[in-house]
């Protein structure tokens, strides 16, 4: 069973509003995964961080890339 998790921490504030609701209350998040069980013998397992922006007055997530949305 390859269980993945996921964690997720704040790293800043967006300087972009929401694109969905337009808000400015948006934080840049990063999260990467954690290794597991047997993603540890998985070479095929990728550890890279990812990083999105999070609204924080809808919820919604934009994937971001080097802090440049994608
Ligand atoms: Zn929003």
Known sequence: MDVRQRRASQIGVSEQPCG???S???VA???RAV???AS???PRFDPAP???DLC???GAKHRTENGVRV
């Open 50 to 52: 990812r990083t999105h």
């Open 29 to 31: 998040m990063t999260s």
């Open 56 to 58: 924080r007055d809808c």
């Open 24 to 26: 400015a209350n948006v």
């Open 40 to 42: 540890w013998v998985n």
């Open 35 to 37: 290794r597991r069980g």
């Open 20 to 22: 969905v609701c337009g």
